[in-house]
């Protein structure tokens, strides 16, 4: 049974809506994708697209091949002919005869579809784009629906994998975006041994090469994980297809059709080693996995240690693979339980509630509400220092302790005036202290403060005084009201308080990334998108900002502050993220020694340059958020040269 939800939990997102229209409005202008994913060449990738689109043709689909490899097998060959081919461009590079697709032919002869083989082939020098799959993007553009074929080897997040298993390090990989957008992923998937017997007969290479080949990138382990590996990103691009389509229609999860992993983590001395535990965890069951950070008005002003463990627990998180989320939120529970509804979450970790608040703990009242997902709590495995004021019950707490002052205050001003105005007009005096913790304090302290205010009244101002009877039930419809006055404020003030802030910082991020990337589209030239990044990295925050670009005998500054820490240290670590693609310095585990932060202008492995930011104020600038933002400007500028060249 599905678990009862809330009204604002049963009404689809606004951003999810947008998704699924936009998406809509593609599907009505541009072509259909259909990729056949393989996890090995010869497997039957390209013989399976040619049978379906025989099927299609008969079915009176126009159909033709734009560009198509055999590989000399018979088979495919006979298939090929019976279709009309659009003549390749020939040229010579370096006394090679290279062939090519001709994509402006195709768009002239405007088939209904087009097949296209190999998308993760790099073109020769002097075509229009890079990469074939960038063509495929155009002929999509134009309304041409493309069938077209790659290995999983050449899919970019996995490319370290693959090397991994291989030994092999892929030079031609494809963005993970053409792979999300595709309308349709066929796995044509054959069993390791049966591959190797094709082999073994010629069928993929020639016999002399076929040994060879097994020995090498063939053998029955490499395949084995390679198949594996292929099973399982289907199935996450599946499972995130999945969710999109339940959050759009708002449908209850979770559906046990993936393990999901969800972690709640507090600032404290255990968040570092509980993300660790979250990955081994998530390593057993083969989950994603998310890092939630829920932060309440409480935790507003952090000491600078649990500021400190929470960054470097997100940080953590980020090496490992894991995903970061952060709200803001009146109650830690309610919060984790949404998310959890709304990603399809089955699993859920927390840690062990432990002081003297156990059942007042969001632990307990998730364990509660959690209908349909596991609940793991964690416990270190050696003894920590839990600071005091997070083992107190929260009955204890300062707001308890205003809420008495307000409440006495004016208890004392009513006593006072009790002769002066009748019980109603005092009643409304005595909603002041409601009023005012609904506003300022906690959704718990402004209930509690009405039940207490009702009591006090009712003793010190209705007869008969000194007893908890009520002589006129008025007073009893009125004492409710209190309840609901109380609760209906408090909700309203806690959505705005903690939410307004969440929303200026991501009405900031969008901004900045939107501003940035309509100022990119207005450039052509690879200094101006590199000026036009530096002018937007000065808005970012308060610092010193440069830009490096390779040339002869190392990197040296293309744009940049006068003041910016120039030293042969900081050019070392700016030179060591150009040559491995990867950020460093402050902030960072690796070079964390330097004065500033590096992030590669890299797209698709090729690095253009390093976005260099030495901050006034590192420690509160350098949050995870903020990093994945410069991390994101740099990407659409790498996307603007690639774009420019």
Known sequence: MAPKQSIEERRPLPEDLLAVAEEEERKTHDGQLIIYLGYASGVGKTYTMLQDALAWRKEGVDVIIGYVETHGRPE??????????????????????????????????????????????????????????????????????????????????LNDSVAQITGIRMTETIPDTVFTAADMIRLIDLPTEELQGRLRAGKVYVQDMAEQAIER??????????????????????????????????IPGPWPAGERLLVGIRPGPTADQMVRAAYKLADRFQADWIVLSVGTESEQNLTDQ???WIEGAMETAREL??????????????????????????????????????????????????????????????????PIHRQLPQLLSVDFAVSAVLIGLVTIANYLLRGMFSPSNLLIIQLLPVIVTALFLRRGTAVATAVVSIFIFDIMFVEPYYTLGVSDWQYFISFIGYVVIALIISSLATRLRYLLPQIWRSEAKAEAIAVLSRD???????????????????????????????????????????????????VSIAQWVYDNGRDAGMGSDTLPSGMGYYVPIKVHRVVYGVLACAFKNPAEMLTPENKEILQTMAYLSALAIERAE
Do not use: W
């Open 520 to 570: 990119l589209m207005n450039v052509r030239e690879r200094k101006e998108i590199f000026s036009s990044l530096y002018q937007h990295m000065r808005q970012f925050g308060d610092g010193s900002f440069a830009i490096f670009v390779p040339g002869i005998g190392g990197l040296h500054v293309e744009v940049g502050d006068p003041g910016y820490p120039y030293s042969p240290k900081e």
């Open 306 to 308: 649990e500021r400190k």
């Open 217 to 250: 990138f063939f053998s029955t382990e490499n395949l084995l994980a390679l198949r594996q590996i292929a099973l399982r990103y289907v199935a996450q691009i599946t499972d995130r297809l999945m969710i999109s389509r339940m959050r759009a229609r708002a």
């Open 76 to 157: 495919t060959d006979a298939l090929a002919a019976r279709f009309e081919i659009v003549p390749p461009i020939r040229t010579e590079y370096q006394g090679l005869q290279l062939v090519e697709m001709d994509t402006d032919a195709i768009v002239e002869r405007r088939p209904k579809m087009v097949l296209v083989d190999e998308l993760a082939h790099t073109n020769a020098p002097g075509m229009r784009h890079t990469k074939r799959f960038q063509d495929v993007v155009d002929l999509l553009h134009e309304g041409i629906s493309v069938c077209t074929t790659v290995n999983i080897q050449h899919v970019e997040s």
């Open 321 to 386: 693979g894991g995903r970061i989320v952060r709200y803001r939120g009146g109650d830690v529970a309610s919060e984790i339980l949404r998310y959890a509804r709304q990603h399809n979450v089955t699993m859920i970790m927390l840690g062990k509630p432990r002081g003297l608040d156990i059942f007042l703990s969001p632990v307990y009242r998730i364990m509660v509400r959690s209908k349909g997902v596991d609940l793991f709590l964690f416990e270190p495995k050696k003894p920590v220092s839990i």
